[in-house]
């Protein structure tokens, strides 16, 4: 009688202990993929974003900004070292190079010196006309324009000679942070005649 008790009790144990077992396994699986779909749910929302100075809203993730977002920045880094007189271009390179990741900030640095050297030393005004944006690859913007710089001497304003110019901007963004990675002047290939 007692060997059949304890049996019987055996069987009750396995039983508890395979119930048990298998409870476990869908718990640890249920997890992981309640895991899984909480990170893949996180970092692909998406986030609708109007900018105070434009707008149109633009769409991004934790990842990348969508094409309008990407046209927003590259336009705003596009005015900071455009949009220039001899007191405001430390400012704005100040700004455009706050952007800049830090591996990558003196190649811009030196452009944007020699630019401001000129600009000082001249008394030149710049100013911008956009004409053409293209989205090259998610990231990288060319921005057609055509750049209108004057002189001051005084109270007399002397326009100068107005310049074609194309720009490619390669910028980043993940988790909210942009990142202006180049921003370099397309020269056109001449052509033999």
């Keep these: 009688m007692k060997l059949r008790i304890k049996g019987e009790r055996d069987k009750y144990l396995r039983t508890a202990f395979i119930s048990l077992s298998a409870l476990s396994l869908l718990c640890v699986a249920g997890t992981v993929i309640t895991s899984s779909l ?6 692909t929302q998406k986030t609708i974003t109007t900018p ?12 990348s900004a969508d094409s309008t977002g990407m046209t927003m920045f590259a336009t705003s880094f596009l005015y900071w070292r455009l949009n220039v007189s001899p007191e405001s271009i430390d400012g704005n390179q100040k700004m455009l190079l706050g952007y800049v990741p830090a591996e990558r900030r ?9 630019e401001a050297e000129r600009i000082k030393k001249g008394g030149i005004t710049t100013r911008f006309e956009l004409h053409d ?6 990231g990288t913007v060319d921005m057609s324009l055509t750049l209108y710089p004057s002189t001051t001497n005084g109270s007399i304003t002397t326009a100068l000679d ?3 110019k194309t720009y490619r ?14 921003f370099s002047e397309l020269v056109p290939v001449a052509t033999p005649h």
């Design 133 to 138: 944006i293209r989205i090259v690859d998610p």
């Design 162 to 164: 107005s310049q074609d």
């Design 106 to 114: 003196d190649a811009l640095k030196k452009v944007l010196d020699v």
């Design 169 to 182: 901007l390669n910028m980043s963004y993940e988790n909210g942070i942009i990142n202006l990675l180049d």
């Design 52 to 63: 105070m100075t434009y707008n149109h809203p633009f769409s991004s993730d934790a990842k």
């Design 38 to 43: 909480a990170w893949h749910f996180a970092t």
